[in-house]
């Protein structure tokens, strides 16, 4: 069925679209069990936990820039905006967001611009364990449980004997209301 035919029954255009991730989804993991091939992603730690994301979402790593701005009224997870080469990137501290601290800034830590022209961001991680490689079958759909809380960020894991990397999916943070409503309203009040 179209979608456009849908426009005007919102809870089924809602099941319709559910349907259609959830078969891009199955298609998604055949295509990592069947394909054979190499995936290379950006492995990252925060804490304790490893994680790796694709490279495609990531433009480009960077040390932590020492001369951000600090934004009023905004979340203690949102470090500041930085001007990278011209252009303006807000500073997330990812590690806070999900709720597991704040990151301490050391000559580890690292900032991972993500691939996206609608939403500038530079996501403050502990540090950057640098390309990590698998076989597309070492993809499996059940994550790993990691300490930190971002399970709806989680989609599967690459594992290679015992290690096992959550596969963080940079989009669905980037899309999250949560993520990109970074005001703080209470301090905003009391302002």
Not at 85 to 108: C, N, P
Request: proline content about 4%; glycine content about 8%; aromatic content about 8%.
């Amino acid at each position: 069925m179209n979608l456009t035919e849908l426009h005007d029954r919102p809870y089924e255009l809602l099941l319709a679209l559910e349907e259609r991730a959830r078969a891009a989804a199955v298609r998604r993991e055949g295509e990592h069990a069947e394909s054979g091939g190499e995936w290379i992603g950006v492995g990252f730690r925060l804490g304790t936990d490893h994680f790796v994301t694709d490279r495609a979402d990531v433009k480009e790593v960077l040390s932590v820039p020492e001369l951000m701005t600090r934004v009023p009224g905004a979340k203690s997870w949102l470090r500041g905006i930085a001007n990278v080469r011209g252009q303006l990137i807000t500073i997330v501290d990812l590690k806070a967001f999900l709720g597991g601290g704040i990151a301490m800034s050391d000559r580890r830590s690292r900032v991972l611009v993500a691939s996206s022209r609608d939403v500038p961001t530079g996501l403050l991680v502990d540090e950057v364990l640098g390309f990590r490689r698998f076989n597309a079958s070492d993809y499996r759909s059940d994550a790993v449980t990691p300490m930190i809380r971002c399970e709806s960020y989680i989609e599967g894991s690459y594992r290679r004997g015992a290690e096992a990397w959550p596969y963080f999916r940079l989009p669905k943070l980037l899309a999250d209301e949560q993520f990109l409503s970074a005001a703080d309203i209470a301090e905003a009040r009391a302002s």
